[in-house]
T-cell receptor, first 111, second 114 residues
Framework: RKEVEQDPGPFNVPEGATVAFNCTYS??????FFWYRQDCRKEPKLLMS???SGNEDGRFTAQLNRASQYISLLIRDSKLSDSATYLC????????????FGKGTSLLVTP | DAMVIQNPRYQVTQFGKPVTLSCSQT?????MYWYQQKSSQAPKLLFH???????NEADTPDNFQSRRPNTSFCFLDIRSPGLGDAAMYLC?????????????FGPGTRLLVL
């Protein structure tokens, strides 16, 4: 069973749309959760950490459901520049420090 | 300003010819990681240094080695690259080795094996 699973997409949405990505993780001992953004042929960049209470940063909202081992990312008012791959990342519950990456969800925002 | 720097950005090597990838950081972080990311796959941790302490992942092939001569620099050595080693190699750092620490990634080195 994969540690972190994401719908690979691609998600094709028009500018201004709202889009949601989901992610599930397998290790209930995991304690930290992140969304990274990765542009084509570039390194992953931290988009936001995900906290139990949920958190919002501008157009981006992240939610965590520990009971269901489920993480989500909502992007409102999509911009062309949001086109990228979004990686769900969860720390390894056994080692603590190691990160387990999902394969990513591809988003294409079109004019 | 760049915080995690990787050189070169692109590396071409021949099958079986040793290659070294370089990573440096200006963050003074204790931990440096090396990940391998193949096309359309998630990054996979190869090993990390916690200060001078080297920690290998169980499934990292012996072909991959690493050196950390000082806090700022860390090298990835591939002793005999095979075609299957073609990938993006990502260096990352974190202040400490704890679950709450953020990892910061360098721009990566894309390795091509001919």
């Amino acid at each position: 069973r994969k540690e972190v699973e994401q719908d690979p997409g691609p998600f094709n949405v028009p500018e201004g749309a709202t889009v949601a990505f989901n992610c599930t993780y397998s290790n209930s001992a995991s304690q930290s959760f992140f969304w990274y953004r990765q542009d084509c042929r570039k390194e992953p960049k931290l988009l936001m950490s995900v906290y139990s209470s949920g958190n919002e940063d501008g157009r981006f909202t992240a939610q965590l459901n520990r009971a269901s081992q489920y993480i989500s990312l909502l992007i409102r008012d999509s911009k062309l520049s949001d086109s990228a791959t979004y990686l769900c990342v969860v720390n390894d519950g056994d080692s603590g420090y190691a990160l387990n990456f999902g394969k990513g969800t591809s988003l294409l925002v079109t004019p | 300003d760049a915080m995690v720097i990787q050189n070169p950005r692109y590396q071409v090597t021949q099958f079986g010819k040793p290659v070294t990838l370089s990573c440096s950081q200006t963050l003074n972080h204790n931990v440096m990681y090396w990940y391998q990311q193949k096309s359309s796959q998630a990054p996979k941790l190869l090993f990390h240094y916690y200060d001078k302490d080297f920690n290998n992942e169980a499934d990292t092939p012996d072909n991959f080695q690493s050196r950390r001569p000082n806090t700022s620099f860390c090298f990835l050595d591939i002793r005999s690259p095979g075609l299957g080693d073609a990938a993006m190699y990502l260096c990352a750092t974190s202040r400490d080795r704890a679950w709450q620490e953020t990892q910061y990634f360098g721009p990566g080195t894309r390795l091509l094996v001919l």
